[in-house]
């Protein structure tokens, strides 16, 4: 079973072309990691992927099938600047914005949907913060409780727009256990990264993306230098210094 | 003093300042307060071409033709956001004005006409809740009921939609549609007050109360009931001290108390108000002061 298939995918904004020629297969069952050079389209990628941008050419399956949101297989975690944090909410509220899918328009959530969600903010370590209002909240704090948000959504499948960016040590963590913890449930978890220290350590499968795909596969095929030079179109200052570290050794 | 369509009118301008503060609310966090203030401008040329092609005053049909120049308004503005690289501060002054000018054009030629002087028009422009007929304030109550309902309704899509529409989108919500509607209610919204409080000051019905709610609390829940409340005082009081006075105008006596509102909730607010986040601010600094001499010593 593939968790994710795409093909031929295109995006362009106005004239400027941001994707070209996107395709993809990833089986289900792992934590694969979107790494790219600033510009490289990770975000635009994601959001194709999420049926989210009008110009875009191209087919997408999930769990081989066209995306519907009404199935819930998806969960979603966009970048957190992506929001306005003093809308007048808390953290308990913005958690249970992850089984509005499941609850149906009009109706009210559960005694059952506020369980989840409070077992969802459990797991991020945020029970406390339950009442908090969202403004009041660190950045890291607030990256916890919109994982939470898509942890509640119970999808099979999950997009995380640069979940580490602006969170303390602690948070980052939390984030990475938690995704190793869907990964050992059988999720598929797709992340978009910009730190290449930690990607090796985090993911066990890369997509590297520069407009295209210059390499996807098991980390350890593909994030080789070579191909990470292909990808920053040769740029990369510390890599030579591993390089050159290495013929010291 | 209460007398039998006193208390109806009170009935009207209170339920019509709840829906205004319901619907405000959701425009006021949406940031689309100021494209309430020209759908309502916009609503004056719809009143007098319907009086025009009808040549009658009864209330549905002025409403429905400031329902069609209410929603054109806001077609236009959304359209020249989307069509041109004008920003929306620029499409909304544009268009705000350019339909109130041609009310005003079109009022003056209704006036000039042999019946049109009789024809009360001119209270469309600062609203005259007082002397309302009751066959009025029947649609007018209905019509402010329906917004309350769609608003209570639809309280978890449109805090969703407002708060994250990409997310919102994300699970299956239509977000598109969900946001028609609610430009939609805010047309109503806007309909259902103009010949209770007029065009030029409807707006302030809408933004007003919901701005002054918000110093209350960081629910939208409280805030929704508050900006509700302050609706239906100013609404209250605002009719009733225009019937003292026949001279008065009710649409300016009822921002006069939704901005009073205002300023006591922008003061004394506990959760954001200015005094309490004075005294925050100062317990805060205080308490580093302390900290710090302590680290000294």
């Not at chain 1, 969802?120 to 919109?146: H, N, P, T, Y």
């Not at chain 2, 007018?140 to 997310?167: G, H, N, R, T, Y």
């Amino acid at each position: 079973m593939d968790a994710l298939q795409v093909k031929n995918l295109s995006v362009a904004y106005e004239e400027k072309v941001v994707l070209q020629n996107v395709n993809l297969t990833i089986p289900v069952g792992h934590l694969t990691g979107i790494i790219g050079p600033n510009g490289a389209g990770k975000s635009t990628l994601i959001k194709a992927i999420l049926n989210q941008l009008p110009n875009k050419t191209g087919a997408v399956h999930i769990l081989e099938r066209p995306l519907n949101a009404k199935d819930h297989t998806v969960g979603y975690v966009p970048q957190r600047n992506a929001v306005d944090w003093d809308f007048p909410t808390n953290a308990l509220d913005v958690v249970l914005m992850g089984r509005y899918g499941h609850i149906g328009m009009i109706k009210k959530p559960s005694a059952k949907d506020k369980q989840i969600a409070m077992d969802c903010l459990k797991d991020v370590g945020m029970e406390a913060f339950a009442d908090r209002s969202i403004g009041q909240l660190s950045g890291g704090q607030q990256q916890r409780v919109f994982l939470a948000r898509a942890l509640a959504q119970e999808a099979e499948v999950y997009f995380m727009d640069e979940p580490f960016v602006g969170v303390d040590a602690a948070t980052e963590r939390t984030i990475i256990a938690i995704l190793k913890d869907l990964k050992a449930k059988g999720k598929s978890v797709f992340v978009v990264h910009h730190d290449l220290q930690t990607a090796a350590d985090y993911f066990d499968w890369i997509i590297l993306l520069n407009q295209t795909i210059t390499a996807s596969g098991p980390t350890e095929q593909t994030f080789t230098e070579d191909n990470l030079q292909e990808a920053y179109g040769g740029k990369l200052f510390f890599m030579d210094q591993t390089k050159s570290n290495k013929t010291f050794n | 003093m209460l007398t039998g369509n006193l208390l109806w009118v009170l009935i009207g301008a209170i339920l019509l300042g709840v829906a205004a503060g319901l619907n405000g609310t959701f425009a006021f966090l949406q940031k689309q307060s100021l494209v309430g203030d020209a759908a309502a401008h916009a609503a004056l040329p719809g009143i007098a071409i319907a009086y025009l092609v009808f040549q009658q005053k009864d209330l549905p049909i002025l409403m429905l033709g400031a329902a069609i120049t209410s929603a054109l308004a806001v077609y236009m503005i959304q359209w020249i956001v989307g069509n041109s690289k004008l920003k929306a501060d620029a499409a909304i002054g544009f268009v705000l004005s350019v339909f109130f000018g041609i009310g005003i054009v079109l009022l003056t030629i209704v006036n000039q006409s042999s019946a049109g002087n009789q024809s009360g028009l001119n209270d469309f422009i600062f609203g005259k809740a007082a002397t309302m007929a009751k066959s009025d304030l029947v649609w007018l109550s209905s019509s402010a009921l329906l917004i309350i309902l769609m608003c209570l309704l639809f309280f978890k899509e449109w805090k969703l939609m407002i708060f994250d529409p990409v997310f919102a989108k994300g699970i299956g919500l239509p977000v598109e549609r969900l946001r028609v509607l609610l430009t939609a209610l805010t047309v109503l919204t806007i309909v259902t007050g103009i010949q209770a409080v007029g065009v030029i000051l409807m707006a302030a019905m809408l933004i007003i109360p919901a701005a002054a709610a918000r110093f209350w609390s960081n629910h939208l829940g409280i805030i929704l009931v508050t900006s509700a409340f302050f609706g239906a005082l100013s609404g209250a009081l605002g009719t009733i001290i225009s019937s003292f006075r026949t001279g008065l105008s009710t649409g300016p006596i009822i921002v006069l108390c939704a901005a009073s509102l205002f300023l006591i909730s922008y003061f004394f607010a506990p959760t954001r108000g200015f005094i309490s986040k004075s005294l925050k601010k100062k317990a805060f600094k205080q308490r580093n002061v302390v900290k710090e001499a302590a680290n000294h010593e």
